[in-house]
């Protein structure tokens, strides 16, 4: 089995390395709907899958200077994101897709860094590719 340490991924918007990333996600979902009929597996419900979404976030300490990166991502932008989970070397897998904004957080505390965290839903698929 293959384990990979986090500290090699990487996420970039269009070409662009996003600045300071400290952890990102990425979640994929499908629907369902009920597809039970009378008399069908007893007591117990039958469902179909229909339609994937999939929606990212990204945590990062802010970067005011990181305008191809993190200033980028505004509110109802969309924007072409690749996620490195195993760094962005010849061989490795990535995901990418387009990506619509939906919120932007920073936060700071008096004994730490200023964080910004940017989240969104995926727009079309979420392809599987590997770096060349």
Known sequence: MSTFLGKEGAVYIGSNAVAEVRDFSVETTAETVDATVMGSAGDWMVKKATQKSWTASVNCYYDSGDTDGQLSMDEGSEVAVKLYPEGNSSSKKYYYGQLII??????????????????????GALTEGTVS
């Open 102 to 123: 939906t919120s932007i957080s920073r936060s700071g505390s008096f004994d730490g860094l200023i964080e910004a965290s940017f989240s969104g839903d995926g727009t």
